[in-house]
């Protein structure tokens, strides 16, 4: 079980940052695209990034394309789409972990979902596809079963659905934030340092089941999650450990 205080020990020297984007690091907005990232977290990340030797990664459910655009200018080390992409030289393009896009039949059976349900928004990442209903919150049990039934009918295609915050992501069974982590652990510079994965969702959980293994520790941002401590209460707690842990390493500079 980590300690507490396991924040206390981070050393950019010999640790490695592997951060969750939504809920972790920026605020969740109704819609994902009105998302906001503060030009501040942009600056500290990048000044840690570089402080770290380049051992700082985002770990998300979006596309690295998408971040990209979050957090312009800065590129980082990311696994997107939940471990099925990856990119560990921020110059370079992402790679997919994954082979081709999800069938276009899927997509039409979700997009037939969406269309007789009020409040459902798509969003096609390809390599997952992510059903969100927070405008319909009411919905989430039903949804459930019938991307669960859509699934059932699709069984040869071995999908699985994970449940976030207000979202069904469906996605290949054999990635997941667990797979990233652990892909991520074993290149450099993250090889050999202590991994601190932060996260604030359901899908977070397969990254700090992972993190112990590499010596490190997993960190849930606003919910209990057993055997792993929950040391912030909100993203507003993240970004202000990140800009005190970038402020110090700063004067120390
Ligand atoms: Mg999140």
Known sequence: MPSQNCLSEFDPATCALLLDV????????QHPDDVVVPPDLIDDLAFLHERMGGALALVSGRTIGVMDRLFKPLRLPASGAHGAEFRFDPAAPAIRAVRGDLPSTLLERLTALARRTDGLLL???????????????????????????????????????????????????????????????????FKGRKPYMIGDDVTDEAGFAVAPSFGGYGISVGREVPGFPTLFSTASDVRAWVAATASRHRVAA
């Open 22 to 29: 939504d809920g972790t690091l920026i605020d969740l907005a």
């Open 123 to 189: 969003e096609d990442k390809k390599v997952c596809i992510a059903v969100h209903y927070r405008d319909n919150a009411a919905a989430g049990p039903w949804l459930r079963a019938e991307i669960d039934e859509i699934l059932e009918d699709m069984r040869e295609l071995a999908l699985s659905v994970i449940a976030g915050h207000f979202v069904f992501e469906i996605k290949r069974r054999g990635h997941d934030k667990g797979t990233a982590v652990s892909h991520i652990m074993q290149r450099a510079p």
